[in-house]
């Protein structure tokens, strides 16, 4: 069973910074492509970034040159470092991963970006 478990949200202000972690179990994590998402309040879940398990990078547009998603595959874990934060980044952002063809989730964490 995918256990995916993430870490790092919290309360920052407009320009600053956080780094969210996702620590996987119950997979060969290094063999995996993870992805981050997030789902604003009243908004669809979108995606934000993934990572295959070569370490190949795709951001969506609106993230580009701020986000910076990364693993770290002795830990079993995805990171995702945000930089120049904006209210509009405000989400419950998510890790998530497909095993034998079925999406696994995180609980989730916060990001509350004060203006």
Known sequence: QVHLVESGGGLVQAGGSLKLSCTASGINF????????????????ELVATISGGGST?????????FTISRNNVWNRVNLQMNSLTPEDTAVYYCNTTHRGSDS?????????SS
Request: avoid cysteine; proline fraction near 6%; glycine fraction near 12%.
């Open 30 to 45: 290094r063999l995996y492509t993870m992805t981050w998402h997030r789902q604003a309040p009243g908004r669809p879940r």
């Open 58 to 66: 795709n951001y969506t547009d609106i993230v580009k040159g701020r």
């Open 105 to 113: 989730w995180g609980r989730g964490a916060q990001v509350t970006v």
